[in-house]
């Protein structure tokens, strides 16, 4: 039996199970890799029909970690994140389209004060039910943004060409929800 349009359950962000990972070209002949490690936020899946669906993430700007601690440092500093001004990194879906491999989530990025659409990539899986006992679920969300469109335009010109830090970020997430109403049965 299919759920009625308009029945949505409701989900939080599991961040033990959760991965919010980016990269960036470094000095023009390397990628950089790195990731925030506290992320939270909810989910209200209309079953039915995902694209009805409303998603609200926060990542704390000051769990980045590129496993150096002095660029980690100098990310955190105002010439880039600027945390202790701008402690959260906030995105809020606004609209919702089906595509040919999943959905294309288009929503609010907020980062580094400034707030800008950004459209993501994403993979629903479906929903199960874990050892614990709890409905769960996964999404594998991607992306690219430029990060001077918010704001994170610190760079320095090489001697032979080029710049230290490339402008376009790769974004990948990996999740996982779990279901916070009794209710929420895996299809």
């Known amino acids: 039996m299919k759920p009625e349009s308009g029945h949505s359950t409701e989900w939080e962000i599991d961040p033990v199970h959760t991965s919010a990972h980016f990269s960036v070209r470094h000095l023009m002949v390397s990628t950089v890799r790195g990731e ?7 989910v209200t899946l209309d079953e039915a029909d ?3 669906s409303r998603v609200e993430v926060e990542i704390d700007a000051a769990s980045i970690d590129t496993r150096e601690p002095k660029r980690d440092g100098h990310l955190r500093s105002a010439d880039f994140f600027d945390v202790e001004k701008f402690p959260k990194i906030r995105f809020r879906s606004m609209h919702i389209e089906r595509d040919a491999d999943g959905f294309a ?13 950004l459209t993501l990539k994403v ?15 996964g999404v594998a969300v991607t992306g690219q943004l430029n990060r001077k469109d918010w704001g994170l335009g610190w760079n320095a010109a090489l001697e032979t060409g080029g710049v230290v830090v490339g402008e376009d970020v790769k974004l990948q997430i990996d999740a996982e929800f779990v279901a916070k109403a009794p209710g929420a049965a895996p299809r």
Do not use: Q
């Open 36 to 42: 925030f490690n506290k992320v939270a936020g909810k």
């Open 50 to 52: 995902p694209t009805r």
């Open 105 to 117: 989530l288009t929503g609010e990025l907020t980062m580094h004060g400034v707030t800008r659409p």
């Open 123 to 137: 993979e629903l899986s479906s929903a199960i039910k874990d050892p614990y006992g709890r409905v769960v679920r």
